[in-house]
């Protein structure tokens, strides 16, 4: 799928006609966005056509799993940032890379699926909520800026996943706690890798080694980029909190083990002493006390049950059972 939006004389317009790029190019006032999700190779051969990208640009533009990155070429700079998204059903994270072509009147933006964030955009840019003037730049910091305010959403989600992680540590038979640990951990290290580069993106352009923002215009990037360091410490902190519930699962964990071994061990205590009387009384000598008497097998398992209570009393007072 495949939109152009226009932004000329102060007035946004949806153009079906892709014919008009090149017109449209050559008028410096005249901005454009052509979005593409899932492009077909007709459609990126028109990018390569209309504005000239290099072929391991748009190669980069169309990976799944490229890292979130900014390059320079002439005449444009590519952008790599991810939209991120919590699935509440299946309790994972969702990474959708959106490819970035900003020109001097331009923005081209490829995804390999829906990003409410395009839409979101376009609509809060209709509001006048941002910057003045239809310029690339804040179109560009308006679609920066919807990405990554999403994350304080998904941030929100895990750690109420992390509260009930907590919760369920100390829930007897909950067997999966250390798995879904194991697999919040996973999702956190996948999601720094994604904030922690797109956070070198944002300062490269506060130093202004990519000269895409007017000076002026800095203030709102340093604001995304605020975002993206406490986006980061947050995720730090969740990790550790996750590192601590992993420990307090495995204590108890091995409490609860040793507390079963302490059990058996003093069963096998009561047993053995049962089991000695049993063996005195079970020798094959002929002459033996109470061998032959009537009352010989009772005094034996009497005998056995003393033994046993007077140790199960015993260990109750200590404290051990």
């Given amino acids: 799928m495949v939109t152009l939006h226009t932004f000329q004389r102060q ?43 290099h072929p391991l640009a748009t190669e980069d533009a169309l990976q799944m799993h490229e890292r979130p990155k900014i390059e320079t070429y002439p005449g444009y700079y590519l952008i790599i940032f991810y939209s991120v998204e919590y699935d509440a059903k299946q309790r994972t994270l969702q990474f959708l890379p959106v490819a970035l072509f900003v020109g001097a009147n331009y923005l081209v933006s490829i995804r390999s699926g829906p990003v409410r964030h395009v839409q979101e955009t376009l609509v809060r ?3 006048n909520g941002y910057m003045p003037g239809y ?77 895409i923002f007017h000076p002026r215009e800095l203030t709102y990037v340093r604001d995304v980029y605020d ?30 083990l040793n507390q079963l071994v302490k059990v058996l061990t003093l069963w096998s205590i009561i047993l053995m002493s049962c089991s000695l009387v049993a063996g005195i009384y079970g020798m094959n000598f002929a002459l033996m006390p109470e061998l032959e008497q009537p009352w010989g097998y ?22 051990w059972w």
């Avoid at 790029?21 to 028109?46: C, H």
Wanted: aromatic share 8%; charged share 25%.
């Fill in 125 to 127: 840019w209709q509001s």
């Fill in 135 to 211: 310029q690339v730049s804040s179109v560009l910091y308006a679609l920066i800026d919807a990405i990554v305010d999403d994350y304080f959403v998904v941030l929100d989600a895990l750690g109420e996943q992390i509260d009930d992680i907590e919760d369920e540590i100390f829930q007897r038979g909950r067997h999966e706690v250390a798995s879904d640990i194991f697999t919040m951990k996973k999702d956190l290290l996948l999601l720094r890798r994604i904030v922690a580069p797109e956070r070198d993106i944002l300062n490269v352009l506060l130093r202004q080694e990519v000269r």
């Fill in 227 to 256: 975002h993206l360091v406490r986006i980061t410490e947050s995720i730090d902190l969740y990790r550790d909190l996750l590192s601590s519930a992993l420990d307090s699962y495995l204590s108890l964990q091995g409490n609860q």
């Fill in 11 to 53: 007035q946004l317009q949806q153009l079906t006609d892709f014919d008009q790029i090149s017109e449209l190019l050559l008028q410096p006032r005249t901005m454009i966005w052509l979005d593409l999700e899932q492009p077909t190779d007709a459609e990126i051969a028109l990018l390569r056509e209309e504005f000239g990208f």
């Fill in 298 to 319: 009772p005094f034996a398992l009497g005998l056995m049950l003393t033994i046993a209570v007077g140790l199960a009393i015993y260990f109750k007072r200590r404290r």
